[in-house]
């Protein structure tokens, strides 16, 4: 069974600093995808990344994928009070079987 | 908007009952995952379902069922209801393919409380 850890479970950081939280694995996935939930809504689909050492951007947001594909980190630039929300990471096996997600990481940016 | 439909939004029901909640894919996904989430908890997946056919298995409990009809919406039953069981449950669907990569979009949930 795969696993994905993510760190640090809880973040808590003021408007404007920089942040990153992570996500490890001791398995290889084919495919990686982070999600943002807001309380009491279902989970939002940020980025894919399936190619080791990928790095994709999203706004201020910086997605990396690890080279040999068993982790992944995200990284903040001048975190927002709207960036406040659970990251999640969820990713396939190389047979694109088992889908798991993280625990993720619970974010607030306070004004 | 994902695309994705659950109803009912809320449901309050006695420990003990049976319900049912009931989820609309986007159109052309095949996919359906059923998703529970408890206070302050993580995405416990429960099970997926590809085009009628039940595809993957998590922790789901056995008073628990679920099943996807010909018209590709899926239908979660719940029953002898426990206060444990009190959670947002939440539905998701996916596009299956070689580069499809299991991208899932997730509907709004449903909050369950069972009092």
């Known amino acids: 069974t795969q696993l994905l850890e993510q760190s640090p479970q809880f973040l808590s950081i003021q408007e404007g600093e920089n942040l990153t939280v992570y996500c490890n694995s001791s398995s290889v996935f084919s495919s990686l995808q982070w999600y943002r939930q807001e309380p009491g809504e279902g989970p939002v689909l940020l980025v894919t990344v399936v190619t080791g050492g990928e790095v994709k951007k999203l706004k201020r947001l910086t997605f990396q994928f690890g080279d040999a594909r068993k982790d992944s980190s995200l990284h903040i630039t001048a975190a927002q009070p709207g960036d406040t929300g659970l990251y999640l990471c969820a990713g396939a096996d190389n047979y694109g079987q088992n889908f798991v997600f993280g625990p993720g990481t619970r974010l607030s940016v306070l004004p | 908007d994902s695309g994705v439909t659950q109803t009912p939004k809320h449901l309050i029901t006695a420990t003990g009952q049976r319900v049912t909640l009931r989820c609309s894919p986007r159109?052309?996904?095949?996919?359906v995952y059923w998703y529970q989430q408890s206070l302050d908890q993580g995405l416990q997946f429960l099970i997926q379902y590809y085009n009628g056919e039940e595809r993957a298995k998590g922790n789901i409990l056995e008073r628990f069922s679920a099943q996807q009809f010909p018209d590709l919406h899926s239908e979660l039953n719940l029953s002898s209801l426990e206060l444990g069981d009190s959670a947002l449950y939440f539905c998701?669907?996916?596009?299956?393919?070689?580069?499809?990569?299991?991208?899932?979009?997730f509907g709004p949930g449903t909050r369950l409380t069972v009092l």
């Open positions: 159109s052309g996904d095949l996919s």
């Open positions: 998701a669907s996916s596009v299956e393919g070689v580069r499809s990569y299991n991208e899932q979009f």
